[in-house]
């Protein structure tokens, strides 16, 4: 007898269906699986023959073949051993009246019979509902991610046996949403709180505006991670194209946190600088996302940035330029994506306090501490700005700072002005102009024209820096509302685009 159930396996972030198809015919008493499987698929073998004689059921000692088209597609992933499950029984004749037509099966097998979670439900929903699957059967620690997919009848099923069910009688276990338990809590902190630190909160401000790499710099105390955690609170909530791909970057990594991403809150992370180059890149066998891409639209905060190994550093080179990462696993290429806003901090030296007197560092030591950082990556952020201590008369202030309401205002009217103006392109935000397009949308009178020029050369910039100094200006001509890149827009940005080189200056003179 034969049989066919659709179900899906993971390429990336996104999912192609393939059917499970099951032939019982006569011959030497054999289960085999082929289709280009990985070794979990193949491995699913025995879990499928343990759980159906679990059940009861007694497989005929005939040859049994599990093929799952396409063959010449890698499959892997352990969500193949329900649907090869229900497969089999179908073949040596158990659910006659089942419908399978428009239906999709995914599922891990426990090995009595339990239905188990497995990552990528999300793209495998999205896919199966494009091919015009109707019907799904997942595991029900799943169903949470089957909300953001309407148009499908999404049932979920704890064991094999409610399984068998549906597909004979229709019956519908009891569906329970599990609400994940380790959700990210709404953010709280709020600029307003934060005490001084005016022109952090102005460069965080044009950072946040115009998606621009932010690097703070400053003794330990001063409020740098603070700034950074209250980032998430003065971005726009995600729109719902990039909420779908958020959450299935979350759903294929296996993270918990989708019910704050359904939300629309951007993802915020915040890695410890022990990490390895294949958790911030991503990778593995079966290549995983790594951080950069779990930051993807959202902030990627690394603090005591000196304190990453010089490699891991380098990786991220890439994505700031390209927006993606690939990984090269297996003779197999998988992209991911990787826009996000990259904020970095970090301390002047080891001690965090120089030039402080109550810096005990050597001149030696400061200079190898900031030589972790390699020019190139520094030449990445668009903005540097100092976080200096803050004074007891502003701790004692009773006004209120303005609030991060008040400043998400500015920056969504900002990146509205930029919406408008990239209209009909693939650039989204004024970090993205690519140089040929900087005159287009970056134009400047001989004034301006002229500073400009004597800043590049009096300040030696690199063709990066001068590019990335028109890109910020313009980011501060549209919170301001002015159509035009002036002057004082384009002296702000060099302030915030040189105090890095100002500061890299003075601890190359004290490493002498």
């Not at 004689?53 to 007694?58: A, L, T």
């Not at 991610?145 to 597909?167: C, D, M, N, Q, S």
């Not at 400061?366 to 950082?373: M, N």
């Not at 952020?381 to 400043?407: G, H, M, N, P, Y």
């Amino acid at each position: 007898m034969f049989s066919k159930i659709y179900s899906a396996t993971l390429t990336g972030i996104e999912s192609i269906v393939v059917s499970v198809e099951v032939d019982v015919s006569d011959g030497l008493p054999v289960f085999d699986m082929v289709g280009a499987l990985s070794l979990e698929v193949k491995e699913g073998k025995e879990r499928v023959r343990t759980v159906i004689r679990s059940m009861g059921q007694r497989i005929p000692a005939r040859r049994i073949t599990v093929n799952i088209a396409p063959a010449d597609l890698k499959k892997s992933g352990t969500g193949f051993d329900l649907p090869v499950a229900l497969a089999v029984l179908l073949a040596i004749g158990n659910y006659p009246d089942a419908k399978l037509e428009d239906l999709f099966v995914a599922g891990e097998l426990g090995l009595s019979g339990e239905v188990l979670p497995i990552r990528g439900i999300l793209p495998m929903l999205l896919a199966a509902k494009e091919v015009g699957l109707k019907r799904c059967l997942i595991p029900m620690d799943n169903l949470s991610e089957a909300a953001f997919v309407p148009g499908l009848t999404v049932i979920g099923v704890r064991h094999l046996k409610e399984a068998g069910a549906y597909l004979q009688e229709g019956s519908i276990p009891k569906q329970e949403v599990r609400r994940s338990e380790a959700s990210s809590p709404k953010r709280v902190l709020d600029f307003a709180d934060i005490h001084g630190q005016k022109m952090i909160r102005r460069a965080s401000e044009i950072a946040v505006a115009g998606m621009h790499n932010f690097l703070m710099y400053g003794p330990p105390g001063a409020g740098k991670s603070l700034i950074a955690s209250a980032l998430p609170t003065i971005l726009p909530p995600m729109t719902e194209q990039e909420k779908t791909q958020v959450m299935k970057i979350y759903s294929v990594s296996g993270k918990e946190n989708m019910d704050a991403l359904m939300d629309g809150q951007r993802p915020f992370r915040s890695p410890h600088h022990s990490m390895t180059q294949i958790a911030m890149a991503g990778g593995g066998v079966i290549p995983r996302p790594g951080e950069i891409t779990l930051a993807h639209h959202g902030v990627l905060f690394l603090d005591e940035l000196p304190e990453y190994n010089r490699k891991t550093l380098e990786i991220l080179r890439q994505p700031l330029e390209e927006g993606c990462i690939h990984i090269s696993r297996n003779k197999t290429e998988e992209v991911f994506p990787a826009d996000f806003l990259l904020v970095a901090a970090m301390n002047p030296c080891k001690c965090g306090y120089y030039p402080s007197v109550k810096c005990h560092c050597s001149p030696r030591s400061i200079g190898q501490y900031i030589a972790r950082i390699s020019q190139p990556l520094l030449d990445r952020f668009d903005l540097c700005a100092e976080a200096k201590k803050v004074q007891i008369t502003e701790l004692k202030e009773t006004e209120k700072e303005e609030s991060s309401d008040r400043i998400r205002e500015r920056v969504v009217a900002a990146m509205e002005i930029q919406k408008e103006r990239y209209k009909g392109c693939e650039v989204l935000f004024n970090s993205q102009i690519s140089s040929a397009a900087i005159e287009e949308y970056c134009h400047l009178d001989t004034k301006e024209n002229q500073y400009l020029d004597r800043i590049y050369d009096e300040k030696e910039l690199t063709v990066r820096g001068y590019y990335r100094i028109l890109r910020v200006a313009r980011t501060i001509a549209d919170l301001s509302g002015s159509e035009r890149v002036k002057l004082e827009h384009l002296m702000e940005a060099v302030y915030y685009r040189t105090l890095n080189r100002r500061f890299w200056e003075v601890n190359e003179d004290v490493s002498v």
